[in-house]
């Protein structure tokens, strides 16, 4: 599958930015979808987790309460809404997709396809 991911932008603290995350194929519905992100120097870090349904998501706590993962497979796109930006929020939004059979998948090395990043900078 192919990930194409957008919505990235410049936004002051406390502002809202929505990520998508559009992917190829057919069998969308077959993977579990993740975003993660990298800030400058620092290692990828998880951010959210959606199971194959969309029923199911699971949040890092850094986010949690003010970013919302979700996914349409009618569509093959997933979203990351994101509310309450910080300037910490800065970084490279990587969207990723995991043939796993096992959700959570929290860990980068448990997905097999990955999108090209989008950035999101916060401004104090």
């Known amino acids: 599958v192919q990930l194409q991911a957008c919505g990235g932008g410049l936004v002051q603290a406390g502002g809202s930015l929505r990520l998508s995350c559009a992917a190829s194929?057919?069998?969308?519905?077959?993977?579990?979808m993740g975003w993660f992100r990298q800030a400058p120097g620092l290692e990828r870090e998880f951010v959210a987790a959606?199971?194959?349904?969309?029923?199911?998501?699971v949040d890092a706590d850094s986010v949690k309460g003010r970013f919302t993962i979700s996914r349409d497979n009618a569509k093959n796109t997933m979203y990351l809404q994101m509310i309450s930006l910080k300037p910490e929020d800065t970084a490279v939004y990587y969207c990723?997709?995991?043939?796993?059979?096992?959700?959570?998948?929290?860990?980068?090395?448990?997905?097999?396809?990955w999108g090209q990043g989008t950035l999101v900078t916060v401004s104090s």
């Open positions: 959606i199971n194959w349904s969309g029923d199911t998501t």
């Open positions: 990723a997709a995991s043939r796993t059979g096992v959700f959570p998948a929290r860990y980068a090395y448990e997905y097999d396809f």
């Open positions: 194929g057919r069998t969308f519905s077959r993977y579990v």
